[in-house]
């Protein structure tokens, strides 16, 4: 008897979804979605029974009217997409990216004065992790600079790097942002490389000028709005306390009508009381014309007033299905719906990311503040407990390696068994660390939420796949996925 012969198969570690009247598996060691024909589809439904010999399987298929080689070819699919096992697979382990992991983008926090005093703001409010008292509150040229050069210094070969300007109030410090524009394009041209930018700001500083020099310059902009004045105006306020809306609405409107060469998107931040997603996504789409609107929920500790709690947040799961019934349509009909909720898990799934962490902090991405210090991202910024360095001495390697182990899959124990940590991977270090006080904890107070989530999305991806693909090469190519 071979090796082959004697092996004992049974069911890998996966997901299942219907989508479209077929069947799925979401594959998780890998990654991937697998559509199982009928042969393929029996053969889960007998493993689902007890695991069962090689040779017991072949001839269960071949007495139902397989031919041998069919039987043969059918286990080695399946056996080799991981949807069978082995008695004796180990999972493996998922590698930590190298110590050396070139860096793609850098986001530059260009001041943290803010125009805005928006009561849940992670970088002001109760939550903050940010000591910024005796540093700089602008960024100055030279600090740019260096960052700029540290950017292309630490991205290794790649052809193209990312700049993101951030505050505070991102246009507070406008000069900067235009010297760096230049710096930065100068420096990447003369070594043969491209750089791109986009920029966070609360729209309130918009000029006819600025919007001219973002669309000139291909600068990606995304406004941070949470909707009609009812309910942008809750907590996105001034120092007086009076509401942003109606200064900031006319500037979107000519922000958009006149920023031609990228979309703008709007970033909505949910929070007790402003839940209301399908009437927040059709003003900010339809009446104002943003191009994607995304959502997310405020990161904050659960007794905060703002907060959105459990009930809550199955409202706002509630809404989110509306939505993305509303982009399946779209892209059934071939067009691109602006929910880009949606829109970013699909892109994941199209690449089949499998995560060693939730996101690019500390590893593709870093963050660098006013004083030119080194954070995880934008929201550690200026944080003492946080900073991995400055940018006058680079990445301090043993704090990087601290925060990324830390953060590292493998750590967290209770996503072990979970088959949606290919994309959640435990969820934003700094949610974390504002929940649990530990950048590397899961966040497990949201897993069954995430988990729908992901099965919607999963469906959403099935069923394009099923039946209109080219919807997603289509999709893949705008969003220059490779
Ligand atoms: S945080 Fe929760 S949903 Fe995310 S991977 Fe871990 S167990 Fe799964
Ligand atoms: S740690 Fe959180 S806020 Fe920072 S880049 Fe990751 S997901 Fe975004």
Same mark, same amino acid.
């Given at each position: 008897? $071979? ?18 009247? %077929? ?27 007890? @695991? ?23 286990? !080695? ?40 005093? =928006?009561?849940?703001c992670y970088e002001f409010g109760e939550d903050k992790v940010a000591t910024p008292e005796g540093k700089p509150k602008f960024m100055d040229m030279e600090t740019a600079r260096a960052s700029v050069d540290f950017l292309l210094g630490q991205s290794g070969t790649r052809q193209s790097v990312h700049i993101t300007f951030f505050g505070g109030e991102t246009l ?34 918009? $000029? ?39 200064? *900031? ?15 703008? $998107?709007? %970033?909505?931040?949910?929070?007790? !009381?402003?839940? @209301? ?30 907060? *959105? ?12 299905? *509306? ?60 944080? @003492? ?11 301090? %390697? ?25 994309? =959640?991977?435990?969820? =934003? ?9 530990? $950048? ?43």
């Amino acid at each position: 008897m $071979t090796a082959t012969e004697s092996r004992s198969y049974r069911l890998g570690e996966f997901h299942s979804f219907e989508a479209a009247g %077929r069947r799925f598996l979401y594959l998780v060691p890998a990654g991937a979605v697998f559509e199982l024909d009928d042969a393929a589809e029996k053969l889960v439904a007998r493993l689902s029974l007890g @695991d069962a010999a090689h040779d017991e399987l072949m001839s269960e298929l071949v007495s139902k009217g397989y031919s041998y080689p069919d039987a043969d070819e059918l286990l !080695g699919e399946l056996y080799h997409s991981h949807v069978i096992v082995t008695g004796e697979t180990v999972r493996e382990p998922l590698a930590n990216p190298p110590a050396d992991f070139p860096l793609q983008s850098l986001v530059m926090n260009l001041t943290n004065q803010c125009n805005l005093s =928006c009561t849940y703001c992670y970088e002001f409010g109760e939550d903050k992790v940010a000591t910024p008292e005796g540093k700089p509150k602008f960024m100055d040229m030279e600090t740019a600079r260096a960052s700029v050069d540290f950017l292309l210094g630490q991205s290794g070969t790649r052809q193209s790097v990312h700049i993101t300007f951030f505050g505070g109030e991102t246009l507070m410090n406008f000069p900067l942002l235009k010297g760096v524009v230049a710096y930065a394009t100068e420096q990447a041209a003369a070594q043969g490389r491209a750089v791109d930018f986009s920029l966070t700001t609360n729209a309130t500083l918009l $000029t006819p000028a600025i919007i001219e020099f973002l669309s000139e310059n291909r600068i990606g902009v995304t406004v941070s709005m949470d909707g009609p004045p009812d309910l942008h105006d809750k907590l996105r306020v001034f120092a007086n306390g009076r509401g942003s809306y109606d200064i *900031i609405e006319p500037r979107v409107k000519a922000l958009i009508a006149n920023h031609r060469t990228r979309p703008i $998107t709007a %970033r909505v931040t949910l929070t007790n !009381g402003v839940t @209301d997603v399908v009437r927040i996504y059709r003003h900010l789409k339809q009446d104002l014309g943003f191009h994607e609107i995304g959502f997310a929920p405020v990161t904050t500790s659960p007794d905060r007033l703002y907060s *959105i709690n459990e009930k809550g947040m199955d409202g706002v799961l509630e809404q989110f299905h *509306i939505l993305a019934d509303e982009w399946l349509e779209f892209a059934l009909r071939g067009e691109m719906h602006g929910f880009s909720n949606v829109s970013d898990t699909i892109a994941e799934l199209i690449q089949g990311v499998n995560k060693s962490h939730p996101c690019g902090a500390a590893l593709g991405l870093v963050g660098v503040g006013p004083s030119g210090d080194i954070a995880p991202c934008h929201r550690f910024v200026d944080s @003492d407990t946080h900073s991995l360095g400055h940018i006058s001495t680079g990445i301090d %390697r043993e704090k990087q390696s601290d925060f990324l182990t830390r953060g590292h899959i493998n750590s967290k124990y209770d996503c072990h068994t979970c088959w949606a940590r290919p994309l =959640c991977a435990g969820g =934003c270090h700094h949610e974390a660390f504002v929940r649990y006080g530990d $950048t590397g904890h899961a966040n497990l107070h949201y897993c069954d939420w995430i988990r729908d989530w992901t099965d919607t999305c999963l469906r959403i991806y099935g069923a394009v796949s099923a039946v209109n693909p080219g919807f997603l090469e289509q999709f893949a190519e705008r969003k220059a996925l490779s």
